[in-house]
């Protein structure tokens, strides 16, 4: 990780993992790619290495991202999907240029057609496509943590999952519940907890 950037959130969903670049959209939000290097990076842990990225370029992945997550949203509270967050998606996904690669060990692995950042939107917005059509086994929903809002994918077998990351936002709410138990018992709050 790099010294004075906000460390990424890394999930097992390319998509979501990929909205979950910008958190607390429902309270104070945190950009986790705040320069076009830290899109390099979080690409390159994804295996979607790319040559080099400029501010238009990353401009293109936040829109893509932007539009990921309002289509994610609407599909979780089944509304409509809006026609702006669709047609970005879909832009994205025409304009990107990979292929899949098996590897000897059987995974999976990208090609990226000229190792630009838009060969790697369109690998993201065609995740997104999979998981918004429904043609993955899980279903998307969103976090409980009314600061964060963020649609995550639930695999969980009950479909019961409530938070994004149980580090993070699950953990926050039980520590939230501990307190609220405590005061309730007559025992002084903590200082200082976060
Ligand atoms: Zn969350």
Do not use: Y
């Amino acid at each position: 990780m790099r010294a004075g950037f906000p460390d990424f959130r890394l999930g097992s969903v390319l998509a979501t993992s990929f909205t979950a670049t910008l958190t607390e959209r429902s309270g104070e939000p945190v950009e986790r790619i705040p320069v076009p290097q830290r899109l390099v990076d979080w690409l390159a842990i994804h295996g979607l290495a790319v040559d080099s990225c400029t501010a238009a370029q990353l401009e293109l992945a936040r829109e893509l991202r932007e539009a990921v997550h309002a289509a994610a949203t609407a599909t979780a509270i089944q509304d409509p999907l809006p026609a702006s967050a669709l047609q970005i998606i879909n832009d994205r996904s025409v304009q990107g240029r990979a292929a899949a690669i098996l590897t000897p060990d059987g995974d999976r692995r990208w090609r990226l057609g000229s190792d630009c950042v838009e060969d790697a939107l369109g690998v993201i917005a065609a995740d997104a496509i999979s998981i918004i059509a429904g043609e993955r086994d899980g279903k998307l929903a969103l976090c409980a943590s009314p600061t964060c809002r963020a649609a995550f994918f639930d695999t969980s077998q009950s479909r019961t999952r409530k938070w994004c990351d149980m580090n993070t936002c699950g953990n926050r709410q039980k520590k939230a519940r501990f307190n609220a138990n405590r005061r309730k018992n007559g025992a002084a709050a903590p200082t200082g907890a976060g």
